[in-house]
């Protein structure tokens, strides 16, 4: 059964700051790995999705990586602002199914 | 935008009422998803629909009846819920059902009395 874990839980950052976001999962037979973002009370927002033969993903701020082998992601928000601030959810993809994280609830400060 | 709409957005209930969440995707996919999202834990995938047909049922209990009657129609019917299935509901569209990214509806919050 896959697991994935999301550290950290919580984080706080002053404005400009640059972060990075980790997602570990337990099985690597993978098809994909997205990231999404989520506003209190929201919808998700997907934000980057990368392809298990791909090893990373670059959206304006935002670049993601994969690491198949070792079954870990990272997200990288460059410049950080307080418009940011949400929880950012990763999910794996295998079969029919994605299997989410818990998230890591984001406040960039000013 | 994502282009997935659920209604309500919002939907207090008793125990004993029977009430409908719907969604709808205007992208032209062809698989749709419930999705419930509860305090603290991960989101827990529902149910899956492959051009309107139902192909994964993640051990939902019977309360939950989900009806898909064409490729941008999904509902979700609740009757006689419990307290503990007070969640956010969530509704996603993609694609196909095999690797493609998923996009989500604005849930619909609710709250079982």
């Known amino acids: 059964k896959q697991e994935v874990t999301q550290i950290p839980a919580a984080l706080s950052v002053p404005e400009g700051e640059n972060l990075v976001l980790n997602c570990s999962f337990t099985d690597s037979a993978i098809y994909n790995l997205q990231w999404f973002r989520q506003d209190p009370g929201k919808g998700l927002t997907s934000l980057l999705l990368i392809q298990s033969s791909q090893r990373e993903q670059t959206s304006g701020r935002l670049n993601a990586s994969l690491d198949k082998s070792s079954g870990r992601s990272t997200l990288y928000i460059a410049a950080s602002q307080p418009g940011d601030s949400a929880t950012y959810l990763c999910?794996?993809?295998?079969?029919?199914?994605?299997?989410f994280g818990t998230g890591t609830q984001l406040k960039v400060e000013l | 935008e994502t282009g997935v709409t659920q209604t309500p957005r919002h939907l207090v209930m008793g125990m004993t009422n029977k009430k409908s969440l719907k969604c709808e995707q205007h992208?032209?996919?062809?698989?749709m998803y419930w999705y419930k999202q509860s305090a603290k834990k991960p989101l827990e995938l529902m149910f899956v629909?492959?051009?309107?047909?139902?192909?994964e049922n993640n051990s939902v209990p019977s309360r939950f009846s989900p009806e898909c009657p064409n490729s941008s129609h999904l509902f979700l019917h609740l009757h006689t819920l419990q307290p503990e299935d007070s969640a956010l509901y969530l509704c996603a569209s993609s694609q196909d059902r095999l690797g493609n990214e998923q996009f989500f509806g604005p849930g619909t919050r609710l709250t079982v009395l």
């Open positions: 992208l032209g996919h062809n698989a």
């Open positions: 629909y492959s051009l309107e047909e139902r192909v």
């Open positions: 999910a794996v993809r295998g079969g029919n199914k994605l299997t």
